[in-house]
């Protein structure tokens, strides 16, 4: 199959998922054209467009892409394709473009209903993949903290880490933008550490590797700066879920109605459901290397098995061309 893909227009976290899907469509064999939307770029997609002559064309969130290049496509009539990776944060936004697209993947199941309620007919349920590559194994067993919680300081999340650095002796380290901010009483005890900012995947797969238990929590569907004034509860898991177990390191993760879909929980992940079981299984894990290292053999090899972007990419183009 020919594939423009069209990068979702964010840096960051999304170059690696740009990278990692190109990647993995060219393992595929596919062939594969990238274009990247700039600033008076439609003279470029058109010429694309004739010269190329994609089957599909793919992108990414959506919430970038200019109207203009979405009037093109539709006028040239080759099917076009969106991975939801944002869902169901900003569904006032999402519900305005969805019908511009053929085919609709979320990495949120609750939004599949959503949006075939708002009359869309291809939707389906696609969380993201890791790329095992970046999230691997570290050679060395030796660990630097305790505890480790990569991400955005929601609410919730300064919570949880506030209470273990309240009701535990454990060495903890937190990665994201502000939490030096959110936790500033905190910044003199000698048992918390914080990396202030965006950390690059590989990065962030040796910091997992450096750590006993990585807390893994989801942010809420009711944060107040979210665009998601209908409400849609988040019931699937996130990246990090995927990432953190195909680095072989152990995770305590809150429990999602979706988790079990993809993970044997107790067996392959471990979750807790309020701050005193979290209390309970963090001090229990942290006593018991040789159970954690045996959790997390499991959730890698599932991790290999189902859940890397190639695998991903697999169904939603099998998918695809059963519809074309």
Known sequence: MKILYIPSGYKQTYLYFDDSIIKELVNLKHQVKVFTIMRGSMVT?????????????????????????LTLIKQVKIPIAIWMTEDPYYTDKTLKFIHDYNYIFTIESSSVKLY?????????????????????????????????LVGFPYPERIKTIQFLLENTPYSILTVGSTWHLALAKYKTTNNYEFIIGWVDPRTVATLYNQTKIVLNTHRSYQFKYNLNKKGVFNRSINNRTFEIASCGAFQLTDLKPDLTKHFIEGSEIVTFSSMDDLLKKTNYYIKHETERKEITKRARQRALKDHTFGNRLKKMLKIIETSI
């Not at 997609?45 to 290049?69: E, H």
């Open 45 to 69: 997609l058109r010429s694309i467009l004739t010269s190329f002559k994609p089957d599909l064309i793919l992108t990414l969130a959506g919430l970038k892409m200019p109207r203009s290049a």
């Open 116 to 148: 075939k309620e708002y009359g869309h007919k291809n939707v389906y349920h696609l969380p993201l993949g890791t790329n095992p590559s970046i999230y691997a194994p570290s050679s060395s067993n030796n660990y630097k903290y305790d505890i480790c």
